[in-house]
């Protein structure tokens, strides 16, 4: 790690201000850049922002914090220790899953607790279970440590690691691999959904994937006391002390280039920051089509497939839930023909699966006394399809609240209160995201590694990506390492996986 800041008079302008920007800028930062964080919106967190209403607290973005120590690495870089400055809380379980027979099952922390949850489903599976952890590892071990935070600008950086993948079987699906050891159909659903997690539909996504297994057998699920603003709040503050300039509201209109260099953005105000070097941390696709001069449009010719929407569903309760987990993953009657439906032929359906945020559950100050606080995220089409959420975003609402209160939330129809919601829409608006997708592109096989936006652009040297539509991918600990890989094409040092 770099504890004391290097010396240089090189500038750098990081544009987005979410974890992957906020990570850049640290570490442009420890190398001794003078950095300019710019972030449209007039809050720190991109997509992670907090909303308040009523007197209930809402975490608007990610909520499952896993691979803990590299958050730990990004106050590490300046000597500071994070455990000064925030709590990661723990959770058991990590998951509790609620399916459409009524039944339950819960990923506990411990292997034990979660193989006598199996056992309750299918004796035979328990052993099935701690295979598929035995392979997971092996996929961890080459996947985390050895590809996440390595480059892959070039082809060849791909040919090199073919041999290990086909090893590994990587070029099945999550729901392959998971299927080859597990044989009840719930306990199969209840191993496959983490794609989900990072945009993905396990019947498509690769099995390298099956590493997020281990990645939470190893590290375990926590929750950050405060929430995930909370953590955006404390980074901001050590970018502060660390001299890093924040700048909200600044909408970039271009990134300016003279003869395949970088020079500086454009803000919408006309305003103009000169640079040696800038990192874009939104949805490459947005700074290809939008922010880059015509004569440099370098998009792929493959045209990337998308991840799905998300409707998310804020509300509080005037009624405690003491019964329901932190997590709960709540499962509709279907899943591989819902998950088609969304995918591929991106439209609503019937029906639908639900992630349940209760941090209540771990963090009272989310509402006010005697009270709850609820996320609910629903997969759905992105902008590729052709919903009307004019009309459908009250349909749905109305729908989730009738399911849940028949289920797991008795009552909530009476005790319900400041309810209101986000659409693809939303996520287009507010993040430029394409499509209104909530993870960037899907992870695919063939849009993983070299496959996907890479973290450098081919012809503008100086110009790098980082977030979740580049390597490796969407999720907490995709985005945050997105930065370290960076950090290795900037210096030719490789950073270590710290896992």
Not at 354 to 364: F, G, I
Not at 411 to 418: P, R, T
Not at 458 to 483: D, E, K, M, Q, R
């Amino acid at each position: 790690m770099n504890a004391k800041i290097m010396v240089t008079d090189k500038t750098a302008v990081v544009i987005g201000a979410g974890f992957a920007g906020i990570a850049m800028a640290l570490r442009l930062r420890a190398l001794g850049y003078q950095v300019t964080l710019l972030e449209r919106l007039n809050s720190l967190g991109g997509r992670a922002q907090v909303f308040e209403r009523g007197g209930y607290r809402h975490d608007a973005g990610p909520t499952v914090i896993t691979a803990p120590f590299l958050f730990d690495e990004l106050f590490e870089l300046f000597d500071e220790k994070i455990e000064d400055h925030l709590e990661f809380v723990p959770l058991d379980p990590f998951y509790r899953f609620h399916f459409a027979d009524g039944r339950q099952f819960d990923y506990c922390a411990s292997i034990e607790d979660t193989l006598t949850e199996i056992r309750r489903f299918s004796a035979e599976d328990a052993d099935g279970y701690l295979k598929l952890l035995e392979k997971s590892k092996k996929v961890y071990d080459v996947a985390f440590k050895q590809l996440v935070h390595r480059p892959f600008t070039r082809v060849w950086d791909m040919v090199k690691q073919i041999p290990a993948l086909l090893i590994l079987k990587c070029y099945k699906t999550v729901s392959q691999m998971v299927n080859s050891h597990l044989k009840h159909p719930l306990i199969r659903q209840a191993f496959s959904i983490h794609p989900l997690l990072v945009g993905g539909n396990p019947f498509k996504t690769t099995a390298i994937y099956t590493l997020i297994h281990y990645l939470e057998r190893r590290w375990g699920v926590f929750f950050c006391m405060g929430g995930t603003g909370k953590l955006v709040d404390e980074l901001g503050a050590l970018m502060e002390r660390q001299g890093i300039k924040l700048v909200f509201g600044a909408d970039v209109d271009e990134i300016m280039v003279t003869q395949n260099t970088a020079t500086g953005v454009r803000l919408s105000n006309n305003q103009t920051i000169n640079c040696d070097l800038v990192v874009f941390g939104g949805d490459p696709e947005t700074c290809y089509r939008h922010l880059l001069p015509k004569s440099k449009l370098s998009l792929p010719k493959i045209k990337k497939q998308y991840s799905m929407g998300l409707y998310v569903l804020y509300f509080g309760t005037k009624k405690l839930y003491p019964d329901v987990a932190h997590h709960s993953i709540w499962m509709g009657p279907r899943f591989k023909e819902l998950l088609s439906e969304i995918f591929d032929d991106k439209k609503m359906s019937e029906d639908f699966s639900l992630y349940v945020h209760r941090p209540t559950a771990t963090d009272k100050s989310f509402a006010p006394e005697g009270c709850e606080s609820f996320y609910v995220l629903c997969p759905v089409p992105n902008l590729q399809g052709n919903v009307d959420w004019s009309t459908q975003a009250e349909v749905l609402r109305d729908r989730i609240v009738t399911a849940l209160e028949e289920t797991i939330l008795p009552d909530l129809s009476s005790v319900i209160e400041e309810v209101f919601w986000m659409t693809p829409e939303d996520f287009a608006k507010d993040y430029r995201s394409m499509h209104g997708a909530g993870f960037s592109i899907e992870p695919r096989l063939t849009q993983s590694a070299w496959f996907r936006f890479h973290n450098r652009d081919s012809a503008i040297s100086n110009l790098y990506f980082v977030g979740a539509g580049t390597h490796p991918g969407a999720g907490l600990p995709g985005v945050v390492s997105s930065a370290k890989v960076v950090e290795e094409l900037l210096t030719g040092v490789e950073v270590g996986s710290g896992g």
